[in-house]
């Protein structure tokens, strides 16, 4: 199950308990001490999961939140000092997808890395799961459910498969 982490944190004995910790448990991970090259690296390396500090310098985890949103859906787990509703609301409301109070356990921390990567996988094969759109006696038009295609013409458009289905009456 092991996948690939980002962790993005302006401190670095942050990091490095999380490097070590995550790397303990098979993951390989990579880490940014500051936002702008912890989207570069997000960017070039494609992480399975974001662990990302709430509070840096220059761009905030809210703003990293935000920028990793609008091109992805990989699962972001917020770490923040700040346990008051209103920032947990915010970050969740940018895009993350868990938020996590320092202090913070390692097995808690762990626990939830796994479940969000164990989610996150399911969830591409229900997505190219496809959709029967209309069937005649002799042909099934099925059309994967994240395009919008619909064409009847075999084709017209690549996204759209014809099987081929034994005469029922």
Not at 125 to 153: D, Y
């Amino acid at each position: 199950m092991p996948g690939r982490i980002l962790v993005i944190d302006d401190e670095p004995q942050i990091t490095r308990v999380l490097r070590a910790s995550l790397s303990s448990q098979s993951f390989d991970v990579r880490t940014a001490n500051d936002p702008e090259e912890g989207l570069r690296v997000f960017k070039e390396w494609a992480p399975d999961l974001v662990i990302t500090d709430l509070m840096m310098p220059v761009m905030s985890g809210v703003e990293v939140c935000r920028a990793i949103r609008s091109t992805s859906s990989t699962p972001i787990l917020v770490l923040s000092v700040r346990d008051h509703e209103r920032s947990k609301v915010e970050a969740l409301d940018a895009g993350a997808d868990d938020y996590v109070t320092k202090p913070f356990g390692i097995q808690e921390l762990l626990a939830r890395v796994r479940a969000h990567l164990r989610r996150a996988r399911s969830e591409p094969q229900q997505r190219s799961r496809p959709a029967i759109l209309w069937w005649t006696k002799r042909h099934i038009l099925s059309l994967c459910r994240a395009s919008q295609c619909t064409s009847r013409r075999r084709n017209s458009i690549s996204c759209c498969t014809w099987r081929a289905t034994p005469e029922r009456r």
